[in-house]
T-cell receptor, first 115, second 109 residues
Framework: ETGVTQTPRHLVMGMTNKKSLKCEQH?????MYWYKQSAKKPLELMFV???????ENNSVPSRFSPECPNSSLLNLHLHALQPEDSALYLC??????????????FGAGSRLTVL | GQNIDQPTEMTATEGAIVQINCTYQ??????LFWYQQHAGEAPTFLSY??LDGLEEKGRFSSFLSRSKGYSYLLLKELQMKDSASYLC??????????WGAGTKLIIKP
């Protein structure tokens, strides 16, 4: 496996379900991210982890719960979601540099539909 | 507030040249990125500009004017595979990435 792998690629769930999105990066990067991508809207940063520690939570509702078991894995646990949470969820990783040239490598995304 | 503007959609002809503009208003500036995203796929990095001027990479070039808060991505000798969304993002003074909504580029034969 190379790059950033996300599973599942597609997920349909009811509002009472509990599910998880998984992300693994094989690049040795020190930072991992969850983004939400909705049609015709800018990417929304949800969470940032640096060396396994959460460094950012952009006022994300508690029905989204991240988990970082190690520096290569980042999960997103989903519970009691709303239909407006339907979107493409992108995971990304990067090697954070003080120079600012922080290039993100993205996974192909998990398309989530909440019924 | 912080804002990135880029056209929602553009159409161009195979073999031609297209310029995708991006204007920004951010709290500080630490570089501007362009990413390409094919439908159903991951965004992939195209370019990074932190100084004014033109950066060329094969058929793709990216230009930056910090004084005008303006960048463009220039695609030459367009191919059908260039049909994709192009995302502009600026890193602000806190090293946070501010994203535009993306420009969907449609290439016609």
């Amino acid at each position: 496996e190379t790059g950033v792998t996300q599973t599942p690629r597609h997920l349909v769930m009811g509002m009472t379900n509990k599910k998880s999105l998984k992300c693994e990066q094989h690049l040795g990067h020190n930072a991992m991210y969850w983004y939400k991508q909705s049609a015709k809207k800018p990417l929304e940063l949800m969470f940032v982890y640096n060396f396994k520690e959460q460094t950012e939570n952009n006022s994300v509702p508690s029905r989204f719960s991240p988990e970082c078991p190690n520096s290569s894995l980042l999960n997103l646990h989903l519970h009691a979601l709303q239909p407006e949470d339907s979107a493409l969820y992108l995971c990304a990783s990067s090697q954070e540099e003080s120079s600012g040239a922080n290039v993100l490598t993205f996974g192909a995304g998990s398309r989530l539909t909440v019924l | 507030g912080q804002n990135i503007d880029q056209p929602t959609e553009m159409t161009a002809t195979e073999g031609a040249i297209v310029q995708i503009n991006c204007t920004y208003q951010t709290s500080g500036f630490n570089g501007l990125f362009w990413y390409q995203q094919h439908a159903g796929e991951a965004p992939t990095f195209l370019s990074y500009n932190v100084l004014d001027g033109l950066e060329e990479k094969g058929r793709f070039s990216s230009f930056l004017s910090r004084s005008k808060g303006y960048s463009y991505l220039l695609l030459k000798e367009l191919q059908m595979k260039d049909s994709a969304s192009y995302l502009c993002a600026v890193m602000d003074s806190n090293y946070q990435l501010i994203w535009g909504a993306g420009t969907k580029l449609i290439i016609k034969p």
